[in-house]
T-cell receptor, first 114, second 111 residues
Framework: DTGVSQDPRHKITKRGQNVTFRCDPI?????LYWYRQTLGQGPEFLTY????????KSRLLSDRFSAERPKGSFSTLEIQRTEQGDSAMYLC????????????FGPGTRLTVT | SQQGEEDPQALSIQEGENATMNCSYK?????LQWYRQNSGRGLVHLIL?????REKHSGRLRVTLDTSKKSSSLLITASRAADTASYFC???????????FGGGTRLMVKP
């Protein structure tokens, strides 16, 4: 299977701890996106990479959040000093370059902050 | 904030019936996409319709787009129990680098 993969699938952490999630996109896709989805809602855009460059960030991405995509391949999303409000599903997607390509989503990482 | 609003929020039908979901959005778009999400899982891309298209088909799916009304509909014909899922419409921001999702329609197909 050469789809988008995410690791871990589930993460339970205590408030105040740091967590890091990983996303491996489809290999030929040079765009990578992070979204957050809370229960009963649609996904909300967090940030987007074109190769290794982070080109857009939502205002949802507070200074406790940081994302990287070294070498334009996999990406990591780190949340520092987690809060209970960070509990959500974190989804990664990738796509080819251009305005009309569909985004392919990974299975998500479900974060629970206790 | 969510640009798209799906209607209805929940829909329950019998297997074999057709299911229609509607999506409205607020700003101009480059394209509109529909996704399916099974409980607690990632999103599966169903269909993309460009802003200059009015209708598109894929198997049992039919999508329409009315840019003058800023609305789209997804029709699933001859529904199956396996179609039970949440369905989301998503619009791009004309730069093709982010999607804005609606709140979704939760579809239940009873066998």
């Amino acid at each position: 299977d050469t789809g988008v993969s995410q690791d871990p699938r589930h993460k339970i952490t205590k408030r105040g701890q740091n967590v890091t999630f990983r996303c491996d996109p489809i290999s030929e896709h040079n765009r990578l996106y992070w979204y957050r989805q809370t229960l009963g809602q649609g996904p909300e855009f967090l940030t987007y990479f074109q190769n290794e460059a982070q080109l857009e960030k939502s205002r949802l991405l507070s200074d406790r959040f940081s994302a990287e995509r070294p070498k334009g391949s996999f990406s990591t999303l780190e949340i520092q000093r987690t809060e209970q409000g960070d509990s959500a599903m974190y989804l990664c997607a990738s796509s080819l370059d251009g305005p009309v390509y569909e985004q392919y989503f990974g299975p998500g990482t479900r974060l629970t902050v206790t | 904030s969510q640009q798209g609003e799906e209607d209805p929020q929940a829909l329950s039908i019998q297997e074999g019936e057709n299911a229609t979901m509607n999506c409205s959005y607020k700003t101009s778009i480059n394209n509109l996409q529909w996704y399916r999400q099974n409980s607690g899982r990632g999103l599966v891309h169903l269909i993309l319709i460009r802003s200059n298209e009015r209708e598109k088909h894929s198997g049992r799916l039919r999508v329409t787009l009315d840019t003058s009304k800023k609305s789209s509909s997804l029709l699933i014909t001859a529904s199956r129990a396996a179609d039970t899922a949440s369905y989301f419409c998503a619009t791009d921001n004309n730069a093709g680098n982010m999607l804005t999702f609606g709140g979704g329609t939760r579809l239940m197909v009873k066998p």
